[in-house]
């Protein structure tokens, strides 16, 4: 991804909602919508990538991609192409120590 894509923060409006590859390592987020279809969706959704389940950013990978979440208690590598279907808000930005 390029460098211009703003990262979602726990400082903007506690409404906003974005896409999971958008959020800063170090935040936690919630699953709004996942806008996937297919057999991806159905995978991910076995693993738990539902809506209102708890994600944690754990890193990004060094060129950017694969990002690693923590969902469910185990860590899930996800291709950020992926995760740009994936609707979520900011729980808590851990950088900034803020929460919702």
């Known amino acids: 991804m390029s460098n211009h894509i703003q ?41 738990g990538v539902i809506t209102g389940a708890d994600i944690e950013i754990v890193r990004v990978a060094p060129l950017g991609d694969p990002m690693e979440l923590k969902i469910k ?17 900011i729980v808590e930005s851990r950088s900034h120590g803020q929460s919702k």
């Open 7 to 47: 990262n979602i923060t726990a400082e903007q409006n506690a409404h906003d909602t974005g896409t999971l590859d958008r959020v800063a390592p170090g935040s936690r987020c919630r699953v709004v919508r996942m806008g996937l279809k297919g057999p991806l969706r159905r995978r991910l959704m076995d693993m």
């Open 73 to 89: 208690g185990y860590l899930l590598s996800l291709r950020k192409e992926d995760a740009q279907y994936i609707t979520v808000e």
